[in-house]
């Protein structure tokens, strides 16, 4: 009988039938409320439904019967983290991952939830955790990464994106990052490199020429990156670091004083308190007033 609820819950789930798996579930704990298997699976539903607290309920009805169950743990900890309680949260994937040391999501689930809450050194050893278990998970290797960059520890950052890179070689994010990390560290011309090689499989990625555009400008090539910016901004035209890259582009390395100011009235009608955009439209306007000849000098010569 059992495996034959799985089968119609399976096909449920798959049909994103959230109702029918909700109904099928309910009516199985009405004829069997021992049911384990169905209230860790109704508990589940009713997270995907929206309904956490009653999740909770049925996740900790489990554990009394259950203590050691880690996908029940796992569902609170997920609960938990929804409703903002966050140590209880890691205490219940902490748990699960003792139940069952080698369930890769509920490491990583806690080890994205430690990061965000800046418990970097806690988080280092989630990842540790899964890449003892596979040493070529490259989601793994780029949250370690990730984090290590976080805390400036720029040589630790570059080997572990690199690393995500080489088991996943069209991770976006791992290129992204490490184009970050390369700049924090001077290497322009390194960070350029990772770029045209994300580029080939990402060229539609606004991040990415943005990126190429910064390099470009800090390697002294001021017109490729106006280029950069400018196909960045046909990609993404509302993300208000573009319009400001591209001004000072315009009027640091071009003197295209209107132009540039064109680009920050821009960025300043998507975000009028963007402080880059304001300090740069204040500086770059004194910079015209102070070079406009005076009414004098243009009328004698």
């Excluded at 199985?28 to 169905?38: K, M």
């Excluded at 009805?61 to 997920?78: F, H």
């Excluded at 184009?179 to 990772?194: P, T």
């Excluded at 960025?267 to 009028?272: G, H």
């Amino acid at each position: 009988m059992a495996g034959k609820w799985k089968k119609t819950l399976d096909d449920l789930l798959y049909n994103g039938d959230l109702d029918g798996a909700y109904n099928l579930l309910d009516g199985i704990l009405r004829d069997n409320s021992g049911d384990l298997q169905a209230r860790l699976a109704f508990g589940k539903v009713q997270y995907e439904l929206g309904d956490p607290d009653n999740a909770r309920n049925t996740f900790d009805t489990v554990l009394k019967n259950s203590p050691r169950n880690g996908e029940a743990l796992k569902g609170k900890a997920e609960v938990c983290e929804l409703l903002g309680e966050y140590e209880e949260a890691i205490r219940s994937y902490h748990m699960a991952t003792q139940a069952k040391p080698k369930d890769i999501d509920a490491w990583k689930s806690m080890g994205i939830l430690l990061t965000k809450l800046k418990k970097f050194g806690k988080a280092d050893k989630c990842w540790n955790a899964i890449l003892r278990i596979n040493a070529r998970d490259a989601e793994a290797w780029y949250n370690k990464g990730y984090a290590k960059m976080l805390v400036q520890k720029y040589d630790d950052a570059e080997k572990c994106l690199k690393k995500a890179i080489k088991f996943k070689a069209d991770m976006k994010e791992a290129h992204n990052d490490l184009v970050m990390v390369l700049r924090k560290k001077k290497d322009h011309k390194g960070a350029l490199i990772v770029c045209n090689h994300a580029l080939k499989s990402h060229d539609s990625d606004d991040t990415l020429h943005r990126n190429k555009g910064n390099i470009l400008y800090a390697l002294d090539r001021p017109e490729e990156a106006l280029e950069a910016f400018e196909k960045a901004l046909e990609l993404n035209p509302y993300v208000v670091d573009t319009w400001v890259n591209k001004g000072t582009v315009l009027w640091k390395a071009m003197e295209m004083r209107d132009e540039a100011l064109s680009a920050f009235d821009k960025a300043l009608e998507i975000n009028p308190q963007f402080i880059a955009a304001v300090d740069s439209r204040i500086n770059l306007e004194a910079e015209i007033k102070a070079n406009k000849p005076s009414f004098f000098k243009r009328i004698f010569g």
